[in-house]
């Protein structure tokens, strides 16, 4: 063997130096088109700032326009028209129309959003289109405007033709009037078990779709011509039972004014 043949010096990679180490680089997306960034911290940084500013919006708006705060809710009052949050208007809008209300209610209520969303479900399956750029792919874009242009135009028609004063009067917190009733007459017993006055006006004499009945300033017979022709909103023939019936819930009627 000759004289320092055989000895080689192997490097040891713990002590090498450490401006010779590698970078830890996020990975390289370049291969797909459009803008690459690392996720941390430059995207997440970006989502959190965008979300910051839409929460304090969100803040700001509740503060500025607090829910409205309607009376107790009133199972005998049928003329009460209840009305979504405005993110659910569109679908409130929808089922107004012949095609999807009625006999056709199934197909607004359940066939036609849940084709919508399950349509959104499935895009990352049927576009697997590495193009980011909205103009080179079409359907989805088109998909989505037609979307967001239906959302927005079902929106403005369902709060154009809604009546908000009645919706506000139908809601208004009543004062609360202290009344004594005779549970024991004959006109109680027909007003709550035999007549349709009940479903308009109350179980007690609240009022609801129709005026409340406590403090009128109407006689026995008054009351009686008003369930026979009417008066304002109120149409006429609508009470069912005797004339005497009638009379007696009539006479009733006078009888509930508010304690002093």
């Known amino acids: 063997m000759h004289r320092g043949k055989g000895l080689k010096f192997v490097g040891d990679s713990r002590v090498t130096d450490p401006s ?13 088109p459009g803008k690459t960034e690392a996720f941390w911290p430059d995207f997440l940084l970006k989502e959190w700032l965008v979300g910051a500013v ?14 409205p705060l309607e009376r107790p809710a009133d199972p005998t009052d049928t003329g009460y028209i209840p009305l979504p ?23 607004g209520a359940i066939v036609m959003p849940g084709l919508a969303f399950g349509a959104l479900l499935l895009v990352p399956f049927l576009d697997t289109s590495k193009e980011r750029s909205p103009w080179k792919r079409p359907l989805p874009t088109g998909f989505m405007l037609l979307a967001i242009a239906s959302i927005i135009f079902l929106t403005w028609e369902s709060v154009a033709n ?25 006109g109680y017993e027909i007003y709550q078990n035999g007549s349709s006055c009940i479903g ?31 008066i304002g909103t109120m149409p006429g023939g609508t009470f069912q039972g005797t004339e005497e019936e009638l009379q007696q819930i009539a006479e009733f009627i006078t009888t509930l004014q508010p304690v002093e």
Do not use: M
């Not at 993110?87 to 009625?102: I, P, R, T, V």
């Not at 809604?162 to 202290?178: L, M, N, S, Y």
């Not at 609801?208 to 017979?221: F, H, S, W």
């Open 20 to 32: 010779s180490r590698k970078k830890k680089t996020p990975k390289d997306y370049s291969e797909y």
């Open 54 to 67: 839409f929460l304090v919006g969100y803040l700001v708006l509740t503060v500025a326009h607090p829910s």
């Open 85 to 107: 949050d405005w993110y659910f208007l569109f679908l409130y809008q929808l089922l107004k129309y012949e095609f999807a209300s009625g006999p056709f209610n199934i197909i």
């Open 162 to 186: 809604h009546d908000w004063e009645a919706a506000k009067a139908q809601g208004e917190i009543r004062e609360e009037v202290e009344v004594e009733i005779d549970e024991t007459a004959p």
């Open 200 to 230: 308009c006006h109350g179980n007690a004499f609240e009022g609801g779709i129709g005026k409340p009945l406590i403090g009128l300033e109407y006689t026995a017979e008054e009351i009686v011509n008003i369930a026979h022709e009417g």
